[in-house]
């Protein structure tokens, strides 16, 4: 059974820099790709980056300046540092497997003026 757990969030101020964690365990850990989503109060969740097996990340646009996914698989952990962050990164950020769907439990974020 995968377990996906996020780590890093809490409250910062804004223009600073936050590195969260995602750590994977389960039969499904290694060689996979794993995807950082984030969901705003009252929004839906989005989609952030995602970085393959291969180390290939993807960016959406509209974090793609500020956003850098990176893996490390000797210690089965996927990371997402946000720098620059503004109140509108406020939200919980979750990691997802993508070959099984499986989520994390999210970790949050509140970025203060």
């Known amino acids: 059974q995968v377990q996906l757990v996020e780590s890093g969030g809490g409250l910062v101020q804004v223009g600073s820099s936050l590195k969260l964690s995602c750590a994977v365990s389960g039969s499904a850990a290694s060689g996979v790709s794993v995807a950082w989503y984030r969901q705003a109060p009252e929004k839906t969740r989005e989609w952030l980056a995602t970085?393959?097996?291969?180390?290939?990340?993807r960016y959406d646009q509209s974090v793609k300046s500020r956003v850098t996914i990176s893996r490390d698989d000797a210690k089965n952990t996927v990371y997402l540092q946000i720098v620059n962050l503004s109140p509108d990164d406020t939200g919980t950020y979750y990691c997802?497997?993508?070959?099984?769907?499986?989520w994390g439990q999210g970790t949050q974020v509140t970025v203060s003026s």
């Open positions: 970085i393959s097996a291969a180390r290939l990340p």
């Open positions: 997802r497997l993508v070959l099984t769907g499986d």
